[in-house]
């Protein structure tokens, strides 16, 4: 496969954004949740361990969402680490895929 069709400065401005936001795992793993849940909202029920829990504030208190936010993480850093590699990209980005239709989320 080639390269991505991303330019040297669009990987660099991407690494340079991600950088940020992956130094703040917690509270970014956090707001990426509470936007997943307020953009698409049928998202949450995924969650079961949520259930009853409207306040998006109390639900990111969860232990067990924590660790899904600190996992999410890592894998959105790896497709960072993978962008001068769209073979490895490629690979993780299939690989999440099937996760997610085998957890039917």
């Known amino acids: 496969m080639s ?3 991303l330019t040297p400065s669009e990987k660099a401005a991407i690494r340079a954004s991600w ?3 992956y130094g703040d795992q917690p509270n970014s793993g956090n707001d990426l949740t ?3 849940f307020t953009e698409i909202p049928e ?3 995924h969650f079961k ?3 009853g829990i409207d306040d998006l504030e109390v639900a990111c208190q969860n232990k067990r969402l924590q660790y899904v936010n600190g996992e999410m993480m890592k894998m959105l850093n790896s497709f960072v680490d993978a962008l001068d590699n769209p073979d490895t990209l ?3 980005l299939t690989e999440i895929g099937r996760a997610s239709c ?3 989320v």
């Open 3 to 5: 390269d991505t069709t």
């Open 19 to 21: 950088e940020v936001i």
């Open 34 to 36: 509470k936007r997943l």
């Open 43 to 45: 998202t949450k029920t």
């Open 49 to 51: 361990y949520l259930d």
């Open 90 to 92: 490629m690979q993780r």
């Open 102 to 104: 085998r957890e039917r």
